[in-house]
């Protein structure tokens, strides 16, 4: 499947660009509404003089270049999973969802954390985009200022709504859209340097250096205020099984990043001529006749990128889920042809709500800076610590070469990091309360569901040992084929050993059902099902499939059953559902997980529903089960 889209790709190569530009870049390329602003702002406002103003530019170039340009196009890109990217793309090529002790357990911990992070990016993304958009209104008609934030949350409900009909029809917009988008950058950069263009100077490294070294004090501010011109970098390898390594290249070199140089040595060039413009200094170098259009281009860009971001979040929360690392949620395939579009509602619906209210709580776009950024320079921490991994286990690279990449990248994530961490008493903590709260679901989540198999030990006994067994004497023994489904593919099904047990009830065939998750994101038709005799009357099926794929367990069962003539329209699914029961006094952090735990499983999705099962034809057994 990889190789078919790759072969697309390859076919049709300006076409694959173009709707790069409007996934992939979406949200890097709204950054010069805001960044260069407040860089401005942390360096001194109105007061800055000629040599901030380079140092400034110097900073958000080389930025530019070493964080997305080397450690992402060049290196991070090429570490994908069957052409998947993103943080828990690492987590699986490291294997690290299956076991980890020691110093693996310490590179879990890191990719739980990135993802949270993603997420909680993934609330404030929309708000910070947006908001900057819209406060043009601010220098093209002032008397509309106090709807800023009113026009703000609108839009912001209008993306979020828009989400349950799906990208894909909209989607064939997006790319042309940023296209414009970029080269209206492009050309208000250059309309900016030709007044001024000593500002090119600032390519020079020693600019920014010297910036730094004159404002020991400002450093983590000016630092941080720099990484907004990188924060959407981690898309670029979130969204590579999207168009793959090649694509996303292209679009960065010869599109994206040469536009957003332009247009920042563009704002650079008009407040060394125009001091003024240091309030706006994006929508200050736009000349007048183009303001309302601009205006209207830059909401349609935001929108564009805050739908990106919350694709991207769904896809991250669908992969956690089938790797045992959030509770089933409802999911719905908006696209009959491509099963990363994806829409979760419940998640949606939480983001939304708490996306508007950031808005209202923080106003403005300078405010909300100063919480926008902190989580994703913590992502990039971890995806280079996973990276590093990488290419020790894969790359096999030697270690002063190993040492060199690691030192050379945690120098500029950590750097970054460090100083977002000077954001938490102003608004920084609010993207960490975010993902501390989704990291508390995840380890909630992970360790009740191992729990639960431990707990079910006590219902259940291996499959070989029920089926040698045979049938008690006076069982009632069902005409219906019966497919049950298991966790573990050596343990009886849980619903089989009690109808069995309880009941003294078995079936003329009885198919045991395991679904497993793989460690990549696609598994081949040809790979997806192994089935197993056990005896005339029990039939093991395992069933695979990749992380990134729908889950149907009867479309894919089908053609097993008929082959060991079982017609799988009048067979009968019967699964287990657990009724957990937390403990009933909380004495400790345990305690408190478990009730989380509970919780979330009262909550998640039924097994009828997360595995496409035929509701008149499934019956559900619960049974308690106390942690």
């Known amino acids: 499947m990889a190789e078919r889209r790759s072969a697309g790709r390859r076919a049709i190569p300006f076409t694959a660009e173009l709707a790069a530009l409007g996934v992939v870049f979406g949200d890097i390329g709204t950054s010069p509404l805001y960044a260069f602003k407040q860089g401005l702002n942390a360096v001194g406002g109105p007061g800055v003089s000629d040599a901030d103003v380079l140092g400034l530019l110097s900073l958000i170039s080389w930025a530019i270049i070493l964080s997305v340009t080397l450690k992402y196009v060049m290196l991070v890109l090429r570490a994908d999973n069957d052409g998947e990217g993103g943080i828990l793309a690492l987590v699986t090529l490291l294997d690290l969802h299956r076991s980890a002790t020691g110093k693996r357990l310490f590179l879990l911990i890191a990719g739980l954390v990135g993802a949270a992070m993603l997420i909680g990016d993934g609330v404030l993304t929309p708000a910070i985009s947006v908001l900057s958009a819209m406060e043009g209104l601010e220098v093209i008609a002032p008397e509309l200022d106090h709807w800023i934030v009113a026009a703000t949350v609108l839009v912001i409900l209008l993306v979020f709504i828009s989400q349950r009909a799906g990208t894909e029809r909209i989607g064939a917009f997006y790319g042309p859209v940023m296209l414009v988008w970029f080269l209206s950058l492009a050309a208000l950069g250059i309309h900016g340097i030709v007044q001024a263009p000593q500002v090119l100077a600032a390519l020079d490294p020693r600019h920014g250096i010297l910036l730094l070294a004159d404002n020991p004090m400002l450093s983590g501010l000016i630092l941080g205020a720099t990484f907004l011109a990188v924060t959407g970098g981690e898309a670029l390898y979130a969204d590579l099984g999207h168009f793959g390594r090649p694509v996303i290249t292209r679009a960065w070199l010869f599109v994206a990043m040469p536009s957003l140089l332009l247009n920042y040595y563009g704002q650079g060039a008009n407040v060394l001529v125009h001091r003024e413009s240091v309030r706006n200094p994006f929508y200050d170098l736009t000349p007048e006749m183009f303001e309302v259009p601009l205006l209207i281009l830059a909401t349609l860009a935001t929108i564009i990128a805050s739908q990106a971001i919350i694709t991207g979040v769904f896809s991250l929360a669908k992969q956690a889920i089938e790797l045992g690392y959030l509770p089933p949620m409802r999911i719905r395939y908006t696209s009959e042809h491509n099963d990363q579009h994806i829409y979760v509602g419940r998640l949606n619906w939480i983001m939304m709500g708490a996306c508007a209210a950031i808005v209202v709580s923080f106003g403005s776009s300078d405010r909300l800076a100063s919480a926008y950024g902190i989580a994703v320079a913590m992502a990039m921490v971890s995806t280079t610590f996973l990276f590093v991994a990488y290419v020790r286990r894969r790359w096999h690279w030697p270690w002063p070469a190993l040492v060199g990449l690691a030192g050379g990248l945690g120098v500029i994530d950590l750097s970054f990091a460090t100083a977002n961490l000077t954001k938490l008493h102003d608004g920084g903590w609010l993207p960490v309360t975010i993902a501390a709260l989704v990291l508390v679901v995840m380890v909630s989540w992970r360790r009740g569901m191992e729990g639960v198999g431990l707990q079910q030990r006590r219902f259940t006994e291996p499959l070989d040992d029920f089926v040698a067994k045979g049938r008690p004497a006076g069982c009632a023994v069902s005409p ?63 069933v695979r499939f990749g992380y990134m794929q729908q889950i149907d367990v009867p479309a894919v069962l089908g053609p097993a059953l008929y082959a060991q003539g079982v017609d799988p329209d009048d067979a009968v699914y019967v699964i287990g559902h657990e009724r957990v029961m937390p403990p009933d006094d909380i004495l400790g952090v345990r305690d408190v997980l478990a009730h989380i735990f509970a919780f979330l499983a009262r909550n998640a999705e039924r097994s009828v529903d997360r595995f496409g099962l035929p509701r008149p034809r499934t019956i559900e057994i619960g049974y308690p089960v106390r942690l």
């Open 480 to 542: 219906r084929t019966a497919i049950f489904l298991s966790r573990g593919g050596a343990m009886t099904p849980v619903a089989l050993g009690r109808l069995s047990e309880l009941l003294n009830v078995q079936f003329t065939r009885a198919v045991i059902v395991s679904v497993w998750v793989a460690s990549r994101p696609r598994v081949p038709v040809d790979e997806r099902v192994r089935v197993l005799p056990l005896d005339s009357a029990h039939l093991r099926i395992d």
